[in-house]
């Protein structure tokens, strides 16, 4: 069997910020109710987080839980183990009405690192991206340009982002074309 | 003649000569210069022509307002029209063009409509060139618009980049002058987050120039120290270049930043615009200086007072040698005692006042200038340059009582709060009859989601014109605005600054009071678009009351400067000639931008490749390496035939299509909509939302289903796989994708709330390969690890498994009438899939084909297509899809709607297929005649085509069309009208031209 491919092979580039597509991700949608103890104990059990907070994730290495609406969450592990995150939250969660299913593929996700990384987001994104209304840990579904996307800060100057796998050179398209030299506006305190 | 003082210009560096062109000719100036400043240290006073009558026009004003001094700027992929030469800063290179003349500016032949004014007055246009009609088209259109018009636009591709940057402030402040400056110091202190933008490059407005101290030393100083402190702010952004557009509903603002206007050569983004949420705006923009209407105060020469002061002041920069100041009001002595402290003359101060002794017009007599009081100017003498002015009195009819020569005029009738950015999210102004001019009205200001003011003006754009009101009320709106955020406002009093007192002005909207039609007619109002006080007065008399309609008619206001110096001399004439107060006439509207910007920056990004998202599927990248046109499907591409050699795309659909009908064809279905609908109230749900029973589906089996909107109208179609008890996967057509997902979710989530089903959209998880054909079985029993066999996975049914190690959910589902199987992998999989499928495939006679060959066989099999049988107003009855729309079921979406009376009309248009007689392929959406004409004289019709192919199967074309009373009339004869007028003749027969019963599929 050939191993799966990622939309743009682990590109990058660098300009007033590093760009690079994270090659094969783990994800996974979970809907269901927040509040049930079982929807919680499964997303935590596969992910090895707590469970995040509204607008909110929490993430360590390749694993993390990411808050999306009321009612759904993202479950990230490594690529490999998705399948069989999906069946153990399944099967956790067999009596409780939900949903659980592998969007590993339908995604590629981006590092965007840098000090001005956060400037260069806020070309794209209408989000507030000032040090003290988003920082690690926050999470956001917003759009860049013209397409949704979603992203968070793994630690200083380092931003996580995923868009739907068909975009995704447009958006490594509109992320170098943010992190061109020259463009850079100095906007938001430097290391914050 | 203007020319460049020996000392001075705050702004200048003399240490940086800047060379530059205008129409060709080499010029220098400074560094620090705007290239009005230079122009004027040439000797440039003439700088264009205006919109109607071509009359030479000067610079007016120093700033945004300016009119007349609208240039051509750069070349080839850096031109850009109507750049005002104010606001241009200077740099070595700068290439400017004047514009709306020919062939000269000195020497311009449409000058002469200036000659026939008397019969182009307002409405001209209106009257004169309605009758005959075919006239305007054809001579009087192309005649005037060759002889109006200003800049040229540019012909090349735009050179430069631009962006978007999105910002959150606590505290928006639009103006770095000194109330804005203070309104920051306020807001900064008690800790809000504050931008400042100021759309100069130098902070603290024109304070320095009118010799204001704050704090016992010269404004420049405090500027610098607030500049600094605020820099020092960790919580305060300072941003020059950047204009305060415009202000919309909820905090949100344009800020429109001029990054490389002043050096071009630089690697950075041209323009940029800011979007700006701010949860408090203040509009700290400061006043603009209205002209007087005079005879003559269009003459080159002839400026704004406080323009010439800055020209002096700031850019070292005489307008003229001998300047004659006009004025109704104090503040334009600054003028004066400016021109005659920097050794220039001023031959007399003309006031329209009977008296002027406050401590401005003192000064100015103790510096010995003549001030004459109760005058006006009469006339201003000179043709591309003043020469000298006729005095007389201003209660009078214009009698000359004195002539002088001068080469300047400095004109002064008061200030006008510039209200726009308060104005554009409904912020209502009142009169202010002291100071005759509109001020904004903070009883009614615009208001926020919560009913809450959300901006504030303060400074001059407030009215609050003197130094210390102004400083005062900055410092007033940066505590207000903190305490509506909840802070705390800062302890400690501002600075106080100190300018001298100044008596009132008085209104003076014509100079002088009883100028006769002769004078009326030389009285300019809007330089840019050629309006006179003569006109303003003719469509008051005419009847235009109303002053949006006054505007339009006259075209007052309606040029680039949208009538910054116009609107309220405008306003000030028609209230006089209707004999109504100017505040019971109104404003026209304010509405952003304040002054243009430009399109790049609109567009940011979005240009080029980025123009918009083209989606890739995951075997995008084969299809483009191996030679396949493209169509666009929503964002994506998909291959439409792959022409092999020199094939025609035609040839290529041919063969794909036998192909595909002989051997075995592959398709990339990727961009097909899957939607997994899962819970216990799954089954319920799709039955509401499709027209057929879905929740009779066993779990394994696929069925067809229907998607009507509210209305009854087919929106959607596609085939549901049936996954567990609780989980179905719906498939959508490409374009229905997110539509339909969204459409399930509104439902869900608006209506019946109370379901328990959730929805997840997988469209892009997988790749969706169709393999199709006699040997389609074959292939896939090569690549191995499943049973496709009849037995194992038989017609509209699906399996999971492994296909040549490759995770695979396969369907048994055709859409071409063959045997067909669609194949779902993960995407990361899709090329390494197709790839084995066209490798092992060649044993068999694989092909791939593209979407036209699809439709070809879709039609062939009578299967109706989204968007082509469909058009938003046919309903499943229509297309023969009745049998998929349920009968027993209670109710879905749609039901109602298809039991009204014009849906069940037997009359409605109805499915059938078309074969011509002559073998050839109808035009697509031809119609069908009937007999009679209409109402309007045109054909009666009896339906239309709504696909039309070649079909290679048959070997003639055939099409599927809606006839009325189709069905019922297989085996006539009807007519198709084609565009060139013919008629094409085609027999109806059954819409399924092959296989009628489905034998090929099922095997």
Same mark, same amino acid.
């Given at each position: 069997?050939?191993?799966?491919?990622s939309a743009l092979?682990?590109?990058?580039?660098?300009?007033?910020?590093?760009?690079?597509?994270?090659?094969?991700?783990?994800m996974i949608t979970l809907r269901?109710?927040?509040?049930?103890?079982?929807?919680?104990? /499964?997303?935590?059990?596969?992910?090895?987080?707590?469970?995040?907070?509204?607008?909110?994730?929490?993430?360590?290495?390749?694993?993390?839980?990411a808050w999306m609406s009321p009612d759904e969450l993202l479950?990230?592990?490594?690529?490999?183990?998705?399948?069989? /995150?999906?069946?153990?939250?399944?099967?956790?969660?067999?009596?409780?009405?939900?949903l659980v299913v592998n969007v590993s593929d339908a995604r590629a996700m981006f590092?965007?690192?840098?000090?001005?990384?956060?400037?260069?987001?806020?070309?794209l994104c209408p989000v507030?991206?000032?040090?003290?209304?988003?920082?690690?840990?926050?999470f956001r579904r917003t759009r860049a340009a013209q397409v949704p996307v979603a992203f968070?800060? @793994?630690?200083?100057?380092?931003?996580?982002l995923i868009c739907f796998r068909s975009v995704a050179g447009y958006v490594f398209d509109l992320?170098?074309?943010?992190?061109?030299?020259?463009?850079?506006?100095?906007? +938001?305190?430097?290391?914050? | 003649?203007?020319?460049?003082?020996?000392?001075?210009?705050?702004?200048?560096?003399?240490?940086?000569?800047?060379?530059?062109?205008?129409?060709?000719?080499?010029?220098?100036?400074?560094?620090?210069?705007?290239?009005?400043?230079?122009?004027?240290?040439?000797? #440039?006073?003439?700088?264009? !022509?205006? +919109?109607?009558?071509?009359?030479?026009?000067?610079?007016?004003?120093?700033?945004?307002?300016?009119?007349?001094?609208?240039?051509?700027?750069?070349?080839?992929?850096?031109?850009?029209?109507?750049?005002?030469?104010?606001?241009?800063?200077?740099?070595?290179?700068?290439?400017?063009?004047?514009?709306?003349?020919?062939?000269?500016?000195? +020497?311009?032949?449409?000058?002469?409509?200036?000659?026939?004014?008397?019969?182009?007055?307002?409405?001209?246009?209106?009257?004169?060139?309605?009758?005959?009609?075919?006239?305007?088209?054809?001579?009087?259109?192309?005649?005037?618009?060759?002889?109006?018009?200003?800049?040229?636009?540019?012909?090349?591709?735009?050179?430069?980049?631009?962006?978007?940057?999105?910002?959150?402030?606590?505290?928006?402040?639009?103006?770095?002058?000194?109330?804005?400056?203070?309104?920051?110091?306020?807001?900064?202190?008690?800790?809000?987050?504050?931008?400042?933008?100021?759309?100069?490059?130098?902070?603290?407005?024109?304070?320095?120039?009118?010799?204001?101290?704050?704090?016992?030393?010269?404004?420049? =100083?405090?500027?610098?120290?607030?500049?600094?402190?605020?820099?020092?702010? =960790?919580?305060?952004?300072?941003?020059?270049?950047?204009?305060?557009?415009?202000?919309?509903?909820?905090?949100?603002?344009?800020?429109?930043?001029?990054?490389?206007?002043?050096?071009?050569?630089?690697? &950075?983004?041209?323009?940029?615009?800011?979007?700006?949420?701010?949860?408090?705006?203040?509009?700290?923009?400061?006043?603009? =200086?209205?002209?007087?209407?005079? $005879?003559?105060?269009?003459?080159?020469?002839?400026?704004?007072?406080?323009?010439?002061?800055?020209?002096?002041?700031?850019?070292?920069?005489?307008?003229?040698?001998?300047?004659?100041?006009?004025?109704?009001?104090?503040?334009?002595?600054?003028?004066?005692?400016?021109?005659?402290?920097?050794?220039?003359?001023?031959?007399?101060?003309?006031?329209?006042?009977?008296?002027?002794?406050?401590?401005?017009?003192?000064?100015?007599?103790?510096?010995?200038?003549?001030?004459?009081?109760?005058?006006?100017?009469?006339?201003? *003498?000179?043709?591309?340059?003043?020469?000298?002015?006729?005095?007389?009195?201003?209660?009078?009819?214009?009698?000359?009582?004195?002539?002088?020569?001068?080469?300047?005029?400095?004109?002064?009738?008061?200030?006008?709060?510039?209200?726009?950015?308060?104005?554009?999210?409904?912020?209502?102004?009142?009169?202010?009859?002291? @100071?005759?001019?509109? #001020?904004?009205?903070?009883?009614?200001?615009?208001?926020?989601?919560? %009913?809450?003011?959300?901006?504030?003006? $303060?400074?001059?754009?407030?009215?609050?014109?003197?130094?210390?009101?102004?400083?005062?009320?900055?410092?007033?709106?940066?505590?207000?605005?903190?305490?509506?955020?909840?802070?705390?406002?800062?302890?400690?009093?501002?600075?106080?600054?100190?300018?001298?007192?100044?008596?009132?002005?008085?209104?003076?909207? *014509?100079?002088?009071?009883?100028?006769?039609?002769?004078?009326?007619?030389?009285?300019?109002?809007?330089?840019?678009?050629?309006?006179?006080?003569?006109?303003?007065?003719?469509?008051?008399?005419?009847?235009?009351?109303?002053?949006?309609?006054?505007?339009?008619?006259?075209?007052?206001?309606?040029?680039?400067?949208?009538?910054?110096?116009?609107?309220?001399?405008?306003?000030?004439?028609?209230?006089?000639?209707?004999?109504?107060?100017?505040?019971?006439?109104?404003?026209?509207?304010?509405?952003?931008?304040?002054?243009?910007?430009?399109?790049?920056?609109?567009?940011?990004?979005a240009?080029?490749g980025l123009f918009q998202p083209l989606r890739r599927g995951p075997i995008q990248?084969?299809h483009?390496?191996?030679?396949?046109?493209f169509e666009p499907v929503g964002q994506w591409r998909r291959p439409?035939?792959?022409?092999?050699?020199?094939?025609?795309?035609?040839?290529?659909?041919? #063969?794909?299509?036998?192909?595909?009908?002989?051997?075995?064809?592959?398709l990339d279905a990727s961009t097909l909509g899957k939607i997994l609908v899962k819970g216990?109230?799954a089954? #319920?749900f799709l039955?509401l939302l499709y027209t057929?029973?879905m929740?009779?589906?066993?779990?394994?089996?696929?069925?067809y289903g229907l998607m009507c909107s509210e209305n009854?109208f087919l929106m959607d179609d596609g085939v549901v796989a049936?996954i567990?008890?609780?989980t179905f996967l719906c498939h959508t057509t490409t374009g229905g994708a997110d539509r339909i997902h969204a459409h399930m979710e509104e439902w869900l989530q608006t209506e019946w709330w109370?379901m328990?089903v959730h929805t997840a959209n997988l469209t892009e998880q997988f790749a969706q390969i169709a393999?199709?054909?006699?040997?389609?079985?074959?292939?896939?029993?090569?690549?191995?690890?499943?049973?496709?066999?009849?037995? &194992?996975?038989?017609?509209?049914?699906?399996?999971?498994?492994?296909?040549?190690?490759?995770?695979?959910r396969?369907f !048994?589902i055709?859409f071409?009438?063959?045997?067909?199987?669609e194949?779902a992998v993960p995407a990361g999989?899709g090329?390494?899939?197709?790839?084995?499928?066209?490798?092992?495939?060649?044993?068999?006679?694989?092909?791939?084909?593209?979407t036209?060959?699809l439709h070809?066989?879709?039609?062939?099999?009578?299967?109706i297509m989204i968007g082509d049988e469909t058009d938003g107003?046919v309903?499943?009855?229509?297309?023969?899809?009745?049998?998929?729309?349920?009968?027993?079921?209670?109710?879905f979406i749609g039901?109602?709607? @298809?039991?009204?009376?014009?849906?069940?009309?037997?009359?409605?248009?109805?499915?059938?297929?078309?074969?011509?007689?002559?073998?050839?392929?109808?035009?697509?959406?031809?119609?069908?005649?009937?007999?009679?004409?209409?109402?309007?004289? @045109?054909?009666?019709?009896?339906?239309?085509?709504?696909?039309?192919? +070649?079909?290679?199967?048959?070997?003639?074309?055939?099409?599927?069309?809606?006839?009325?009373?189709?069905?019922?009339?297989?085996? =006539?004869?009807?007519?198709? /009208?084609?565009?060139?007028? %013919?008629?094409?003749?085609?027999?109806?027969?059954?819409?399924?031209?092959?296989?009628?019963?489905?034998?090929?599929?099922?095997?």
């Amino acid at each position: 069997m050939s191993d799966p491919v990622s939309a743009l092979n682990g590109a990058a580039y660098d300009g007033v910020v590093r760009v690079e597509e994270l090659g094969l991700r783990g994800m996974i949608t979970l809907r269901g109710d927040h509040a049930s103890v079982a929807v919680k104990n /499964a997303a935590t059990g596969v992910a090895g987080v707590d469970f995040p907070d509204a607008l909110a994730c929490d993430t360590v290495g390749e694993r993390g839980l990411a808050w999306m609406s009321p009612d759904e969450l993202l479950v990230l592990v490594p690529y490999a183990e998705a399948d069989r /995150a999906v069946a153990a939250m399944q099967a956790e969660l067999a009596g409780t009405h939900s949903l659980v299913v592998n969007v590993s593929d339908a995604r590629a996700m981006f590092r965007i690192s840098g000090p001005a990384a956060r400037e260069v987001l806020a070309k794209l994104c209408p989000v507030d991206l000032s040090p003290g209304a988003f920082g690690p840990g926050d999470f956001r579904r917003t759009r860049a340009a013209q397409v949704p996307v979603a992203f968070w800060m @793994q630690a200083d100057d380092a931003f996580a982002l995923i868009c739907f796998r068909s975009v995704a050179g447009y958006v490594f398209d509109l992320l170098k074309t943010a992190a061109r030299p020259g463009g850079e506006i100095g906007y +938001f305190p430097a290391g914050a | 003649m203007s020319t460049r003082l020996q000392t001075g210009g705050r702004l200048l560096d003399r240490g940086r000569r800047e060379s530059f062109t205008f129409n060709g000719r080499r010029l220098t100036g400074y560094a620090g210069d705007t290239l009005a400043s230079a122009l004027l240290a040439n000797d #440039r006073m003439l700088v264009g !022509r205006s +919109f109607k009558y071509h009359r030479p026009r000067g610079l007016v004003a120093s700033g945004a307002e300016e009119p007349n001094a609208l240039v051509g700027l750069g070349r080839g992929g850096r031109f850009e029209p109507n750049q005002r030469a104010t606001t241009t800063e200077l740099f070595g290179g700068l290439q400017a063009e004047s514009q709306n003349h020919w062939p000269s500016l000195e +020497f311009d032949i449409g000058a002469v409509n200036g000659r026939l004014a008397r019969v182009l007055p307002a409405g001209f246009y209106y009257k004169t060139f309605i009758h005959p009609r075919p006239l305007w088209k054809h001579v009087y259109e192309p005649f005037i618009r060759k002889s109006a018009g200003l800049g040229k636009p540019p012909q090349d591709r735009d050179a430069d980049r631009y962006e978007h940057f999105h910002v959150f402030a606590d505290v928006l402040i639009i103006g770095g002058g000194i109330a804005g400056l203070q309104a920051a110091l306020a807001a900064g202190r008690a800790g809000a987050r504050v931008l400042v933008i100021e759309q100069t490059a130098h902070w603290g407005g024109r304070a320095p120039v009118d010799g204001v101290r704050i704090g016992g030393a010269p404004a420049e =100083e405090w500027i610098a120290r607030a500049v600094a402190r605020l820099e020092a702010m =960790e919580n305060v952004t300072l941003h020059r270049r950047t204009m305060g557009a415009g202000v919309y509903d909820h905090g949100y603002a344009l800020g429109y930043e001029r990054v490389t206007d002043h050096a071009p050569e630089t690697d &950075a983004p041209r323009h940029r615009l800011w979007k700006i949420r701010a949860r408090q705006i203040i509009s700290a923009t400061g006043a603009i =200086e209205r002209p007087l209407s005079f $005879a003559g105060n269009d003459v080159p020469g002839v400026m704004l007072a406080s323009a010439i002061r800055d020209y002096v002041v700031n850019w070292a920069v005489s307008p003229g040698d001998r300047t004659v100041v006009v004025t109704n009001n104090d503040d334009a002595y600054r003028t004066a005692i400016c021109l005659k402290q920097a050794g220039l003359e001023v031959p007399v101060i003309v006031d329209a006042r009977p008296r002027a002794e406050g401590a401005l017009p003192e000064a100015a007599r103790a510096l010995g200038i003549r001030v004459e009081t109760g005058r006006g100017i009469a006339m201003v *003498m000179g043709g591309k340059r003043v020469t000298g002015v006729a005095l007389c009195a201003q209660a009078g009819e214009g009698a000359v009582l004195e002539q002088l020569p001068c080469d300047a005029v400095a004109m002064s009738g008061g200030w006008s709060p510039v209200v726009h950015l308060w104005s554009h999210c409904g912020g209502k102004l009142l009169w202010d009859d002291a @100071q005759a001019m509109f #001020r904004p009205d903070v009883a009614r200001a615009p208001t926020s989601h919560d %009913g809450a003011p959300f901006v504030s003006a $303060a400074g001059a754009a407030n009215g609050a014109l003197r130094a210390a009101e102004t400083l005062a009320d900055g410092d007033a709106a940066g505590r207000a605005a903190v305490r509506a955020l909840g802070l705390r406002a800062p302890g400690g009093a501002a600075d106080r600054a100190e300018a001298p007192d100044e008596a009132p002005l008085l209104p003076v909207w *014509m100079m002088p009071q009883g100028a006769g039609e002769a004078l009326r007619m030389k009285m300019w109002l809007d330089y840019q678009n050629d309006v006179k006080v003569s006109d303003l007065q003719l469509a008051a008399r005419e009847g235009y009351e109303s002053v949006e309609h006054a505007k339009r008619y006259t075209t007052l206001g309606m040029a680039t400067d949208q009538g910054k110096l116009s609107n309220i001399n405008g306003l000030g004439v028609l209230s006089d000639a209707m004999g109504e107060d100017v505040p019971r006439l109104g404003t026209t509207t304010f509405r952003p931008p304040y002054t243009p910007i430009s399109m790049g920056a609109i567009a940011g990004e979005a240009r080029g490749g980025l123009f918009q998202p083209l989606r890739r599927g995951p075997i995008q990248r084969w299809h483009e390496d191996n030679g396949a046109t493209f169509e666009p499907v929503g964002q994506w591409r998909r291959p439409y035939c792959y022409p092999r050699g020199d094939e025609t795309r035609a040839e290529a659909v041919t #063969r794909e299509v036998r192909n595909t009908r002989q051997a075995i064809g592959l398709l990339d279905a990727s961009t097909l909509g899957k939607i997994l609908v899962k819970g216990p109230d799954a089954g #319920r749900f799709l039955d509401l939302l499709y027209t057929n029973m879905m929740s009779s589906l066993t779990p394994g089996r696929c069925r067809y289903g229907l998607m009507c909107s509210e209305n009854g109208f087919l929106m959607d179609d596609g085939v549901v796989a049936r996954i567990d008890d609780q989980t179905f996967l719906c498939h959508t057509t490409t374009g229905g994708a997110d539509r339909i997902h969204a459409h399930m979710e509104e439902w869900l989530q608006t209506e019946w709330w109370d379901m328990q089903v959730h929805t997840a959209n997988l469209t892009e998880q997988f790749a969706q390969i169709a393999v199709v054909g006699p040997n389609a079985r074959a292939l896939l029993e090569t690549l191995g690890g499943m049973d496709v066999s009849r037995e &194992a996975l038989p017609f509209m049914g699906w399996a999971d498994g492994r296909i040549g190690g490759i995770p695979a959910r396969v369907f !048994r589902i055709s859409f071409s009438g063959e045997l067909s199987y669609e194949v779902a992998v993960p995407a990361g999989h899709g090329l390494a899939f197709w790839e084995a499928c066209v490798a092992a495939g060649q044993a068999f006679g694989l092909m791939p084909y593209g979407t036209e060959a699809l439709h070809v066989m879709r039609a062939e099999k009578g299967f109706i297509m989204i968007g082509d049988e469909t058009d938003g107003t046919v309903i499943p009855q229509d297309l023969g899809l009745g049998w998929a729309v349920s009968k027993k079921k209670a109710d879905f979406i749609g039901k109602r709607a @298809q039991e009204r009376a014009h849906m069940t009309d037997p009359e409605r248009w109805k499915l059938v297929g078309l074969e011509t007689i002559d073998g050839s392929v109808l035009p697509d959406g031809a119609y069908a005649v009937a007999e009679g004409r209409n109402a309007n004289g @045109q054909r009666n019709v009896q339906g239309h085509v709504t696909s039309a192919y +070649f079909s290679p199967t048959l070997g003639r074309g055939i099409a599927l069309g809606l006839v009325r009373n189709g069905p019922d009339r297989m085996g =006539e004869v009807i007519s198709f /009208a084609t565009i060139d007028g %013919g008629l094409i003749g085609a027999r109806i027969v059954d819409p399924v031209f092959y296989d009628k019963d489905g034998e090929k599929q099922d095997v």
